[in-house]
């Protein structure tokens, strides 16, 4: 019995040691962004300055979190792991559907934003009427710009992708670039910020990709506020953003992929909305 | 399909990996936190599954309902299981500290069972005429006969788990998984080289850890409490529960609309195409590979180069051999195959070395002393004596490549994970729980046709 005793006392102790190890939850804003850019250790540590930026602002410990998929990032507004979070036009509008998710500011670019369509630079792709029997890559599922816009554009010029495009979801606009670039598939779509980016910074060949279309212009990433969260925390959310200078703020700035911050509505995306539903994506 | 100097191309970036201090140590955490997965979710199935098979093992009320909802449960792939988790719980280490829960107290559950019922009958009834109720033997009686066995199968699960745990990271349930693919989709290839190369290095070292506990059971004690402190940790906030529950309710039930039925037996098809054909592949692949890895056949210089490439094969699990063809092969059902057929090939080209190294010596020697060549007794004795044994391995290994079918369509070669995958993503869960349904069905009968197929051929299922 006293074996039995011991073995208790041990495990117990030890259960103490790995509860130390493991460590305690903070009680922190927790901040969430779409992985429009990929969703690692390492782009967490990228985003350093817009975290401690926000930490600044709002007076409190921030935990950025980058889940790995847009769904996830609605459904942890949804479970409350999430109290403000970075969404696209279309997971804005799930969200908004599902949990009444609060809109609280957009770059001034969102709302008339564009999506790119690539081929490789000796391609014979110069049109959308061109795609017909190509492969074709859109980003994530969820993606306003890497999917719902692009689908909406190719089946409006005649070239329905279920009937005449083998297409897959990379999970990402980076991840779409380079499958265009390394020929994996003939064409994509995708953000056209992340595009300019991944040009300004060498991620991405412009000798080796080139832009055959532009989309029209739409409505889409947009910062919410889970409905929960006290209404001056969320106003000193918002304050941050659009408090941000061109110049003054440029890393945070560039983190953002834009140059100022304006307050959003439900409203704008009345047409996403419709064009969603359509599609059979909402 | 790309041209094969593209793939090549593509292929040459995932080279030289990114071994800088920095990263290594940005990514211990994540790296802990699979282990934390695997070790959580093991410390609670094996309480439960526990808990299950002794109430089985006992016959107590209730016993044969739950004996079938442990198979039926069995039956539902993990990765199937971690998404409907994460939809649940929210992304992270709790929903994939929570699917593996699931998947393994069913599983555990079901082989302690299975091994309670071949305890040896005549202590039990001994146990039984003292009086003692059914619960008194289950605990005094079947527990300690079969507790090596229990230690030694408890083991085997463990490191299962820890492969399990870097795959549902891959759909968003936290740890390297997540990891992992985070950087292919940011095209950060020599990272992901990195992160396989610490997945292969963590399977090895919990293979050794194995090793070590099976020879010290004392040292369960510790893996037991980190377990324990793991999944307290990591359990689901009471709030998430509740949030659950009514994100659940909008699964139910199930549905599938007009267009998603018509293509249903196109979903169907590609998947027993990805299972088939990546059972043929592994098989071609396996043939010459066993063969040479077989230590009564081929000399050690051969035979030692090729174990470590069949252990390298195997070491990645289907899905993360899925991630890495995907920017290669292109899309579509090839990718399956490619991804099965690999991970098969080393985990059939061992079975079938062992096999050929397992046959009985006399009619070897026998062959051998006619004179005839190496090739011809191969040929002649050691194949047709090993064809028996070869062939359950390679129907089991279908078996489970049919599970795997069903699942390595979620990292984009279509099938019915396919479509599954973008239904969870797109919040159609009614239409996600059609296909959970479907997908289960489907296992549960190739698992019935297996076993009546094992049944004809009159090969034993101890092998």
């Not at chain 1, 009680?27 to 690692?40: I, K, Q, Y």
């Not at chain 2, 290669?328 to 190294?357: D, F, R």
Request: one cysteine or more; aromatic letters at 10%; glycine letters at 8%.
């Amino acid at each position: 019995m006293l074996k039995n005793h011991r073995t208790v006392v041990a495990f117990i102790s030890l259960f103490l040691l790995f509860q130390v190890a493991v460590g305690a939850d903070t009680v922190a804003v927790n901040v969430g962004m779409v992985p429009d850019a990929g969703a690692t250790q390492v782009s967490i540590k990228e985003k350093a300055p817009l975290k401690a930026y926000l930490e600044q602002k709002l007076g409190r410990p921030v935990n950025l979190i980058i889940p790995t998929n847009y769904n996830a990032t609605v459904e942890a507004l949804g479970n409350g792991s999430l109290d403000f979070a970075y969404l696209g036009g279309l997971t804005y509008i799930k969200a908004h559907a599902r949990y009444n998710v609060v809109p609280l500011v957009q770059r001034s670019s969102d709302l008339q934003f564009r999506a790119y369509f690539i081929t490789s630079s000796n391609s014979s792709i110069h049109s959308l009427a061109d795609l017909k029997g190509k492969t074709f890559a859109f980003g994530d599922i969820n993606s306003t710009s890497g999917h719902v816009m692009p689908y909406l554009e190719m089946r409006q010029a005649g070239v329905d992708p279920n009937t005449y495009l083998k297409y897959r979801y990379t999970g990402s606009h980076p991840a779409t670039a380079k499958a265009v670039e390394s020929g994996a598939v003939d064409a994509g779509a995708l953000d056209e910020t992340v595009y300019q980016s991944m040009i300004a910074e060498g991620k991405l060949d412009p000798n080796k990709v080139r832009i055959f279309y532009k989309s029209k212009p739409f409505v889409d990433y947009v910062w919410v506020a889970r409905k929960e969260v006290d209404p001056a925390t969320q106003e000193k959310f918002a304050q941050a953003f659009t408090d941000l200078k061109e110049g003054q703020d440029e890393e945070v700035l560039n983190i953002l992929r834009g140059k100022n911050f304006v307050r959003a509505n439900n409203e704008e995306y009345t047409v996403l909305r419709l064009v969603a539903a359509d599609l059979k994506m909402f | 399909m790309p041209g094969l100097e593209s793939a090549l191309s593509l292929l040459r970036q995932f080279f030289p990996p990114d071994l800088s201090f920095s990263y290594i140590r940005a990514e211990t955490a994540p790296l802990f936190e699979t282990l934390e997965i695997a070790a959580g979710a093991m410390f609670l199935a094996l309480i439960i599954g526990l808990l299950f098979s002794l109430i089985i093992g006992a016959r107590l009320p209730g016993s044969r309902a739950l004996y079938g909802l442990l198979t039926t449960f069995r039956s539902i792939p993990d990765l199937t299981l971690a998404i409907l988790c994460v939809v649940l719980v929210g992304l992270g280490p709790s929903a994939g500290t929570l699917a593996l829960t699931l998947f393994y107290s069913a599983a555990m559950g079901k082989i302690f069972a299975d091994l309670f019922s071949s305890a040896d009958p005549g202590a039990i009834e001994a146990l039984h005429a003292t009086g003692a109720t059914r619960s008194m033997i289950a605990f005094y009686g079947l527990l300690p006969l079969r507790l090596k066995d229990l230690l030694t199968y408890g083991g085997y699960e463990f490191e299962s788990a820890i492969r399990a745990s870097v795959i549902v990271g891959a759909v968003g349930a936290g740890g390297i998984g997540t990891e992992l693919v985070g950087s292919l989709n940011m095209t950060d290839y020599h990272r992901a080289t990195t992160l396989i190369i610490m997945l292969v290095a963590l399977i090895a070292a919990v293979d050794f850890l194995g090793f070590y506990v099976r020879r010290q059971p004392k040292l369960l004690l510790v893996l037991a409490a980190f377990g324990a402190a793991a999944a307290w940790h990591h359990w689901p906030h009471l709030m998430v529960v509740t949030q659950a529950l009514k994100t659940f309710r909008t699964m139910v039930p199930p549905q599938l609309p007009a267009e998603a039925v018509r293509e249903l037996p196109t979903l169907i098809g590609q998947t027993l195409l990805i299972a088939i054909g990546g059972t043929l592949m592994a098989v071609i692949c396996a043939l010459p590979l066993g063969v040479a890895a077989a230590r009564n056949i081929s000399p050690l210089f051969i035979s030692f180069p090729v174990r470590r490439l069949l252990e390298a094969l195997r070491a990645v699990p289907e899905i993360v051999w899925g991630l890495i063809l995907i920017g290669i092969a292109g899309l579509g059902p090839k990718v399956g195959i490619l991804a099965l057929g690999l991970h098969s090939a080393g985990a059939l080209g061992k079975l079938y070395a062992e096999s050929l190294e397992n046959v009985a010596a006399e009619p070897v020697m026998a062959m051998a002393s006619t004179g005839g060549s190496t090739l011809s007794i191969a040929g002649f004795a050691v194949l047709p004596l090993a064809f028996a044994p070869m062939t359950v391995h390679t129907l089991f290994r279908f078996e489970w490549n049919m599970r795997a079918a069903t699942i390595v369509g979620m990292i984009g070669a279509g099938a019915i994970g396919g479509a599954l995958f973008n239904a969870q993503q797109l919040f159609f869960y009614r239409q996600m729980m059609a296909y959970v349904l479907i997908t289960w069905a489907m296992i549960m009968i190739t698992d019935a046709a297996n076993v009546r197929l094992r049944k004809y051929w009159r090969v034993s299922e101890e092998l």
